[in-house]
T-cell receptor
Framework: EAGVTQFPSHSVIEKGQTVTLRCDPISGHDNLYWYRRVMGKEIKFLLHFVKESKQDESGMPNNRFLAERTGGTYSTLKVQPAELEDSGVYFC????????????FGPGTRLTVL | KQEVTQIPAALSVPEGENLVLNCSFTDSAIYNLQWFRQDPGKGLTSLLLIQSSQREQTSGRLNASLDKSSGRSTLYIAASQPGDSATYLCAAEDGGGFKTIFGAGTRLFVKA
């Protein structure tokens, strides 16, 4: 069974540019989460989808970040325009709707904003 | 507001030693607590999930316990091996929803 996949694995962009990160959850997992780790800090929750609906987006830093999950399958996280402080590793995780909510993480996307 | 703390921040032990990693959380109204392992440059690997109604979970040489009343969880690793070297993270899921709060992790180094 394929795990959570994320694309790209690395992205280097300049300040002011736009970047879109993609996450493909484990097939059948209705819960999808985005997290971020910036340098030297803990992993921080960004938001949570159940299918295509946003359940909790309280962790989104500001309105430069937009997450979507059209059709309830893969999700994208767009940063527009990117700022230097957005640099970090963005993780995606998924879990089934039932059964204790064990989360399975993707390998992350390392974003560097210059 | 939930806060998760992990002690120690780093630990170095000789191979074969049994060890305990500690995790504490401030709000006992959690849905579950999950332990992860992260290798350098890699994603998180789920080790054990303890639901709020459970006291412990075991997988191989790993045993995780949960004491909600005291706001603590421990991860016990028996007979440590060099391959256990990694960062271990605990994460508490909010009882009111699915927001998960992570600790800063314990970096473990097992010397051969």
């Amino acid at each position: 069974e394929a795990g959570v996949t994320q694309f790209p694995s690395h992205s280097v962009i300049e300040k002011g540019q736009t970047v879109t990160l993609r996450c493909d959850p484990i097939s059948g997992h209705d819960n999808l989460y985005w997290y971020r780790r910036v340098m030297g800090k803990e992993i921080k929750f960004l938001l949570h989808f159940v299918k295509e609906s946003k359940q909790d987006e309280s962790g989104m830093p500001n309105n430069r970040f937009l997450a979507e999950r059209t059709g309830g399958t893969y999700s994208t996280l767009k940063v527009q325009p990117a700022e230097l402080e957005d640099s970090g590793v963005y993780f995606c995780a998924s879990s089934p709707l039932l059964g204790g909510n064990e989360q399975f993480f993707g390998p992350g996307t390392r974003l560097t904003v210059l | 507001k939930q806060e998760v703390t992990q002690i120690p921040a780093a630990l170095s032990v000789p191979e074969g030693e049994n060890l305990v990693l500690n995790c504490s959380f401030t709000d006992s109204a959690i849905y579950n607590l999950q332990w992860f392992r992260q290798d350098p440059g890699k994603g998180l690997t789920s080790l054990l999930l303890i639901q709020s109604s459970q006291r412990e979970q075991t997988s191989g040489r790993l045993n995780a316990s949960l004491d909600k009343s005291s706001g603590r969880s421990t991860l016990y690793i028996a007979a440590s091996q060099p391959g256990d070297s990694a960062t271990y993270l605990c994460a508490a899921e909010d009882g009111g929803g699915f927001k998960t709060i992570f600790g800063a992790g314990t970096r473990l180094f097992v010397k051969a």
